[in-house]
């Protein structure tokens, strides 16, 4: 393993922290971000939402169960949640060679070499993450032997095209048709509704979905700002016009929002965490959950027949959407979090149960 100290991580602002290499040896730039989960690095890593970041793990052993195999079931890498690392570099305070669990394959540092991404620690990943809470979520670059690159805002690209899926594809022969629209989904999503009766028909962020029939209509997760996926909410639109149940999930929530004529904006450092507590409005009972977004819907802006469906406890923030007399709802948290929690993956037999109700098969 490469040890060279002669790779940094530069900040906008200037902060310089000083490294060492475990990935690939590259230089690279983006938006840094840091994530409080304790576990689930392989997850977080294949996670689409995380187009164009550089991440902080702050969690400060990592590496240490390597990475799994990647088995296939129903057409779905099991212990991934997509097909290919989407993060721009990863940063963590200590890192180990030595990996060790039954299921391991090999270690994190070749599967950041095997995607051409680079790696750091020996970072302060707590004084890191104390300046991106003070500061805010902030540009910055790894610059690995002196090889230095331009600072770049991924937020200026519509990254949902980058890794929304190009063709139409189906999953699972179950009962009922969800017609999914994949801004970056997940695939433990597709994997829940399979595994509640669903033939699961993935689409590409920008189809025409007036050309498909579906029992019901589902809006993945994804990276970016939202209002760069014009397309994806006016087809939204279009589909209010009806009653077929709808249910969007992190950047679903955000573009169903925009669509019933709400705003969105940009948080201060995003909710990126195995730990956030919400509550449903009107309710007493609090859920921990799983967050990756950087974006948020403005509840002040909900208006008509739309309104909170669910509150972050920490900052108030919107975790959720519902239309008040037709059954559109979202969750800005992920009910299907891998490597968990789970306390709000009732929220898939919500939208099924709908989904059986309004079919009537």
């Known amino acids: 393993m490469e040890t060279t100290r002669n790779i940094k991580l530069i900040l906008e602002d200037g902060t310089e922290f000083s490294g060492k290499s475990f990935g690939s040896p590259e230089s690279v730039s983006g938006e840094v971000v840091f994530n409080t989960a304790m576990t689930g690095y392989p997850e977080s890593l294949t996670d689409p939402s995380y187009k164009g970041q550089i991440l902080v793990l702050t969690y400060p052993l990592i590496g240490n169960y390597g990475v799994p195999g990647d088995l296939k079931s129903d057409g779905l890498y099991r212990h991934y949640e997509s097909y ?85 594809k189906v999953f699972g022969n179950g009962k009922y048709k969800i017609l999914l629209i994949d801004c970056g989904v997940k695939y433990n999503i597709i994997r829940n509704l399979i595994s509640r009766d669903a033939t699961v028909i993935t689409v590409p962020w920008d189809w025409d979905i007036t050309q498909e029939e579906y029992d019901g209509l589902f809006i993945s997760n994804g990276p970016g700002d939202p209002k760069q996926c014009t397309v994806t909410i006016e087809n939204l639109k279009k589909a209010y016009q009806g009653d077929k149940p709808i249910y969007g999930i992190c950047l679903g929530n955000q573009l169903m929002a925009l669509a019933s004529g709400a705003d969105t904006y940009k948080l201060k450092y995003g909710h990126r965490s195995h730990n956030q507590p919400v509550i449903q409005v009107g309710g007493v009972k609090s859920f921990i959950t799983s967050q990756n977004h950087g974006f948020a819907t403005d509840n002040d802006t909900l208006t008509g027949e739309w309104e909170p469906l669910f509150i972050n406890l920490n900052d108030e923030t919107n975790e959720g959407v519902q239309h008040k007399s037709k059954p559109f709802f979202s969750s800005q948290f992920h009910p299907e979090a891998s490597s968990g929690p789970t306390d709000t993956e009732f929220l898939f037999d919500m939208f099924m149960d709908t989904v059986k109700k309004y079919a009537g098969k």
């Open 84 to 168: 290919a690392l989407h993060i721009s570099g990863l940063i963590v305070s200590d890192y180990t060679e030595e990996y060790s669990h039954w299921n391991a394959v090999k270690s994190l540092g070749d599967w950041l070499k095997e995607f051409k991404i680079p790696g750091i620690y020996g970072i302060d990943t707590r004084e890191l993450t104390k300046i991106l809470r003070e500061k805010g979520t902030m540009l910055g670059k790894i610059v690995y032997q002196d090889q230095d690159v331009e600072l770049y805002d991924p937020n200026r690209d519509n990254l949902v095209a980058q890794v929304s899926v190009r063709e139409r």
